[in-house]
């Protein structure tokens, strides 16, 4: 059996199938913001509905290893808000990516102020 140096998630096929459902049941806020960062638009490739270890991740970037998470209002639960602190966590401590997150009102009635604060963290770092 080969090991492995750096060992990575694989997703599995329930994961990618997981994926390709979500991608197909957008919600507003992620249609409309997708339509502004899909094919390169802002300089670097995103991936939508993205599968990453145990998680899929709303939009990735991998080359600036920036995930944009669009979260609703179940995310404003104690319960929902506690997991993604923890996935947050996840995502920064095994693949050092960094998450930021959007209210879906936000994306869907201030698009420019989204995508300004994608651009900054994707030329900044942060």
């Known amino acids: 059996m080969q090991t492995h140096k750096h060992p990575h ?4 096929k329930a994961m990618q199938h997981r994926a390709r459902e979500l991608r197909r049941a957008m919600t507003p806020a992620e ?11 802002l300089g670097v490739q995103f991936r939508h509905q ?4 145990p998680y899929i991740v ?7 290893k920036l995930v944009v998470e669009i ?12 997991y993604d602190a923890e996935r947050t966590e996840w ?3 095994q693949k050092h990516y ?12 201030s698009i420019g ?3 300004a604060q994608i651009c900054e963290s994707l030329t900044t770092g942060y």
């Open 9 to 12: 998630w694989r997703s599995s």
């Open 31 to 41: 249609r409309k913001l997708w339509q502004h960062i899909r094919d390169g638009q």
């Open 50 to 53: 993205h599968a990453v270890g």
């Open 58 to 64: 709303d939009f990735f970037c991998a080359k600036s």
């Open 71 to 82: 979260d609703g209002d179940s995310h404003a639960d104690p319960e929902q808000a506690e």
């Open 91 to 93: 995502l920064n401590a």
């Open 98 to 109: 960094r998450v930021i997150r959007f209210w879906n009102s936000e994306v869907l009635h």
């Open 113 to 115: 102020m989204v995508l």
